[in-house]
């Protein structure tokens, strides 16, 4: 705040006006000491709720030695669990359900084993048909996953909060990479005619008048709608693959 000093001002008109401005700026430090308090205890709260949170979805996981199940003679461990876990946990948060919920906890620990018996399914299938990445090509996918942190010890960080090592990693990336080719190659999604396109942007642009949205021009959006037709074709031939991988497998659960 600031003081100004007159001249012409006596000594007790000076101290006077000394005195208010002190309880001036008492008041608006209180008000700001009250607002940083609210903050404070806002932050506290919302952390609080985080731990909490953070201590259910950590109490749904198991024994990472424990076998989760065996498919194909190949057993899949608690840590490989609780790495999917965190997956589903995730995915459920962000559309806005809670996955510790009692209703939620079956479909979580459902939804757990299904991704896994279905990814394991496809690795064995991928590795029967000799698919294979180089260490090249993993470290070059490694390097763009450390540029989404600023420093070396963010990327440490993070693994360390997610569970897991850089090996663990390394074999996560290297299943992805072969499981690209596998899709590729052997659920390629095929051709989108225009006529796909354009149905679906019909559908779209009559939705989108009804809710009163300006709807956007056909070859503004055309790249998108067969991008996003390519990988809902592809998404239904993966899934009648694991379905025929499913019947000439033996698959036991154990949890």
């Known amino acids: 705040m600031k003081k100004m000093m007159f001249m012409v001002l006596t000594g007790l008109l000076a101290v006077v006006l000394a005195a208010c401005g002190g309880n001036e700026e008492s008041k608006e430090a209180k008000n700001n000491d009250k607002e940083k308090t609210a903050q404070t205890d806002q932050q506290k709260e919302h952390q609080k709720q985080v731990e909490e949170m953070q201590k259910k979805l950590e109490a749904q996981q198991i024994d990472e030695k424990k076998t ?48 896994l018996v279905r990814q394991t399914l496809l690795l064995q299938d991928v590795d029967k048909k000799g698919y294979k990445v180089s260490e090249a090509d993993v470290n070059k996918q490694l390097d763009e996953v450390k540029k989404q942190f600023k420093t070396e010890k963010e990327f440490e960080a993070a693994l360390k909060k997610s569970g897991i090592d850089i090996k663990t990693l390394k074999t996560q990336i290297a299943d992805d990479l072969k499981l690209t080719q596998y899709f590729e190659k052997e659920v390629p999604a095929g051709k989108i005619t225009d006529e796909e396109i354009q149905k679906t942007y019909d559908q779209f642009a009559e939705q989108g008048k009804k809710s009163g949205q300006e709807v956007p021009k056909f070859k503004e959006v055309k790249p998108q709608i067969e991008q996003s037709l390519q990988q809902q074709k592809q998404q239904e031939k993966i899934a009648q693959r694991i379905e025929e991988l499913k019947k000439n497998a033996k698959i036991d659960i154990k949890i």
């Open 68 to 115: 989760v199940a065996i498919v194909n003679k190949e057993e899949i461990s608690g840590s490989d669990y609780n790495n999917a876990l965190a997956s589903v946990q995730g995915q459920m948060q962000q559309m806005g359900q809670d996955p510790t919920s009692k209703e939620a906890a079956e479909q979580v620990k459902s939804q757990t084993i299904d991704s």
